[in-house]
């Protein structure tokens, strides 16, 4: 195999339904460019963290040996998405004081930064995301970063997202334990919102729900930020036993159902639908509405809780017109007549969200089911950017203090 490990972008989501790893290079062009992938289904995650240690590790194992096939490359580490109801968010205050005689630098937004982070540090949550949302310097509003102006007061507003540290821990274990070391992390919902939103949508602001099987992960975008985000523990599995109990059906027959026949909205087709029961009883036949009743209920539920959790007043504060629209995505977004049933409860315009920006995808990828691991990668690229940007403006002061302190010596 050829070893690209410098290069690579690698994305690894561990999932209810399935384990994903993407592996990916920047072309000359500075776009993401696929090199392979490995699918594999999902063993001991449950409502998107880990409840069976090995037999997560099995499969997440087989999905990045798959990877590493597909791609011809090797590689040792990657970046990991992370959800589950026990994810916390919070948009939080950062200041810093200036000395206003010399321009404001990088250094100075990182202390901020840090002071928004601190109500969090006695916290027994890990600190995991700390996104700014905007700056103010001396009280006057600033469109960018105000590197390079003057000022003796900086604030920064910032969404700060953290989790209790055990789920964290048993994700790394598994993701170490094949091999990998964890090089950032990343919560779902915002890598589905790089992959599905368009620039437009994110500065306008828009809503985004990623349904999985265990999960349902919402983000609000504002100004190309994420300025919420909330995770809901019902998804597709969710749907699945609903149809399982209410039409006494096997789990997987259920499942089958739910995928080849159900859909959110009621439609036309009159044949009915062959049920196989439990045990050694006999099949029997459902209407395709009683089935999509099901559905249904278990749709609306979800939206009318994710509406709530869109509406608080800080929300409002932060965006007074509220979201331009809806992107639905995750594989659960493939029911017929979602989009439908999300604009009753929402009333705003509503779209499927597919992934973009990212070369030489497969159509087997280039659905919904794909859109936070897809996101992954273009969240790793842009990461991995300021990254190496703070490490060459780190590199450049102490250049100067170095020059500084010779021509001191001289003298």
């Known amino acids: 195999m050829e070893d690209r490990q410098q290069t690579n972008l690698v994305a690894i989501d561990v999932g209810t339904t399935k384990v994903c790893t993407l592996v990916a290079q920047v072309n000359p062009e500075g776009r993401v460019q696929l090199l392979g992938y490995g699918v594999t289904k999902s063993a001991g995650i449950r409502k998107g963290v880990v409840v069976d240690m090995d037999l997560a590790q099995e499969a997440t194992s087989a999905s990045i040996l798959e990877a590493k096939r597909s791609s011809g490359t090797t590689f040792n580490e990657a970046y990991v998405g992370f959800t589950g109801d026990q994810v916390v968010s919070k948009n ?12 404001i630098t990088t250094d100075d937004l990182y202390k901020a930064q840090a002071d928004a982070g ?12 700390v996104i700014p949302l905007g700056y103010t310097v001396d009280g006057q509003a600033c469109d960018n970063e105000p590197i390079g102006m003057h000022g003796g007061n900086l604030l920064t507003k910032h969404h700060v997202i953290s989790m209790p540290p055990a789920p964290l821990r048993n994700l790394k274990t598994v993701i170490e334990g094949a091999g990998i070391r964890v090089q950032g992390m990343v919560l779902e919902p915002i890598a589905s919102g790089e992959s599905v939103l368009t620039d437009d949508e994110m500065q306008r602001g828009v809503a985004i729900i990623d349904i999985g099987g265990g999960t349902s992960d919402i983000a609000l975008f504002h100004r190309g930020k994420p300025i919420h985000t909330t995770i809901l523990p019902v998804g597709g599995h969710q749907i699945t036993n609903d149809i399982a109990l209410m039409l006494g059906t096997p789990y997987v027959s259920a499942n089958d159902l739910k995928i080849n026949y159900g859909g959110a909205s009621p439609n036309n087709q009159e044949e009915p639908i062959r049920v ?4 050694a009883q006999n099949s029997r036949t459902v209407s395709p509405i009683e089935l999509n009743l099901i559905i249904r209920a278990r749709i609306n539920e979800l939206f009318h809780i994710a509406s709530k959790r869109l509406s608080n007043p800080e929300l409002k504060n932060l965006m007074p017109g509220g979201p331009a629209g809806l992107v639905i995505t995750g594989g659960t977004s493939h029911l017929q007549g979602i989009a439908r049933a999300a604009n009753d409860i929402f009333h705003m315009p509503v779209r499927l969200g597919t992934p973009e920006g990212i070369d030489l995808m497969p159509d087997s990828l280039n659905n919904p089911e794909f859109a936070a691991a897809s996101g992954m990668l273009l969240w790793a690229n842009k990461d991995l950017k300021k990254k190496k940007t703070a490490l060459n403006l780190s590199s450049n002061t ?13 003298v």
């Not at 939080?92 to 321009?103: E, K, V």
């Not at 102490?398 to 001289?410: D, F, H, P």
């Open 92 to 103: 939080a205050i950062g200041n810093a004081s200036l000395d206003s005689s010399r321009p």
């Open 118 to 129: 601190t109500p969090w540090e006695d916290d027994s949550d890990e600190l995991l995301h």
């Open 276 to 279: 196989p029961s439990v045990g």
């Open 398 to 410: 102490t250049q100067r203090i170095t020059g500084w302190m010779r021509n001191l010596l001289k």
